[in-house]
């Protein structure tokens, strides 16, 4: 029992060989070909490789497409020299017509920046207490200064 199951077992790998590699043995992996040698005259193993000599047949059968002369004539009519690579001054020279907008970008960025920079600090002081903003105004008259214990002293003149 052991044998038949042996045998069978090295006739699926004869088959998977023979899918793999083709019917014949010369195109097999080396080791393959050397463990396998012995099976080959065996009737199961001519089924298989009649099962390999037909698929092996169909694919050589079967050739490569083939391409029309109108094809290759509607290529070479479309074909188009390459352009030589532009250099440093070409480049350069493609961007002049925007640089004449230069000037007035950087007059925008700089009056956006100012901007933002007036509203970002404007928003960051603290707000006058109604106190401050009376010893402001009475400052300006210099009308009453404030004392040590921060009042506010008028002047009597």
């Known amino acids: 029992m052991a044998t038949s199951h042996k045998s069978t077992d090295r006739l699926e790998a004869l088959r998977r060989c023979a899918d793999a590699y083709g019917a014949d043995p010369a195109r097999w992996p080396a080791a393959s070909r050397e463990d396998l040698r012995d099976l080959l005259d065996a009737d199961a193993a001519a089924d298989i490789l009649a099962d390999a000599r037909f698929l092996d047949g169909f694919l050589n059968a079967a050739t490569a497409p083939r391409m029309s002369a109108d094809l290759e004539n509607r290529i070479m009519a479309n074909y188009q020299v390459p352009k030589p690579q532009a250099g440093l001054m070409d480049f350069l020279r493609g961007l002049a017509p925007g640089m004449r907008l230069l000037p007035a970008g950087a007059l925008a ?49």
């Open 109 to 157: 960025g700089v009056g956006a920046l100012g901007l933002a920079s007036g509203v970002m600090s404007a928003s960051a002081q603290e707000p006058l207490t109604p106190e401050y903003e009376a010893l402001a105004y009475v400052n300006d008259l210099s009308v009453a200064t404030l004392n040590e214990d921060g009042e506010l002293e008028w002047d009597a003149e």
